[in-house]
């Protein structure tokens, strides 16, 4: 859509709906619209959205760590701003460069994230969860799938992921009664894997990122590859590949590396390579 231009236009800028961090290999992602809950509007999407990318492409960056700055994890979608934008074929919040952090387009990312909640932790903030690879929750965490209560459904991967993790009857529980649920409640269904004090959970989350970014990169998202593609594609698609990329990492710096320091009783430096 165009306009005709003003004659001496204002200049606008974009409101900083994510704030980024780097913290050695760590990506620090933080949702920042706390005036809100961070409930995300589209340019929260759009930026969210360009982090993933980031961390993507930087062979630097190793693990994201997701959080949220204020006392809410997120509320969810706004509905108001979001709402409007929605075409026949849904949405596209994915700009140029962009991965899309539910990756439920097609497109995985290949580095694992960590995320922390907090507060209220709403529809699409589920839904982060269930694509990340590592979740810790404050114990006073609140946590609902509330789609069915506004006359949409889940469509950033609560129906595909949140059964599996789950099981059937847990998922259909929370996901068509619209129902909150607690910490200890995810964390039995598998949702969160560790609850901690309030005010803890970032912390323990930039910790267990700052383990994982400590091991060999190339073997950190092998791992995970072989694992997602055995969710994804069934476990004899996973097999096919495991010695294949046994082989390749057997030939990568990072693996004489692993090796020389085993015999040494050194730690390892990785590089990536």
Known sequence: MTTAAAAHPEPTTTPARVVLERRGHLLLI?????????????????????????LERDPALRVGVVHAIGD??????????????LGPHGID?????????????GTALSKPVVIAVQGTCLTLGIELMLASDIVV????????QIEVSR???????????????AGWGNAMRWLLTGDLFDAREAHRMGLVQEIVPNGRELHRA???????????????????A??????????????AELQPALA??????????????????????????
Do not use: C
């Open 206 to 224: 930039i910790e267990l990122a700052e383990r994982i970014a400590a091991q060999a990169p190339l073997a950190v998202q092998a791992t995970l």
């Open 151 to 165: 006359g949409i459904l889940p469509f950033g991967g609560a129906t595909i992921r949140f059964p599996r993790a």
């Open 72 to 85: 809410h994890f997120t509320a969810g979608l706004d509905l108001a701003d979001v709402g409007p934008r």
């Open 248 to 273: 390749r990492l057997a030939a990568t710096t990072d693996a004489r590396i692993g090796m020389e320091a085993f015999l040494s009783r050194q730690p390892a430096e990785f590089q990536g390579r």
């Open 137 to 144: 929750a404050a114990e006073s965490t609140r946590f609902g």
């Open 30 to 54: 933080g949702l920042n619209r706390p005036d809100k809950r961070n409930a995300a509007d589209f340019a929260m999407l759009q930026q969210l959205a360009l982090a993933y990318g980031q």
């Open 226 to 239: 072989s694992a997602r593609a055995a969710l994804r594609d069934g476990a004899a698609v996973a097999e």
């Open 93 to 105: 919040i994915v700009p140029e460069g962009g991965i899309n952090p539910w990756q439920v387009d």
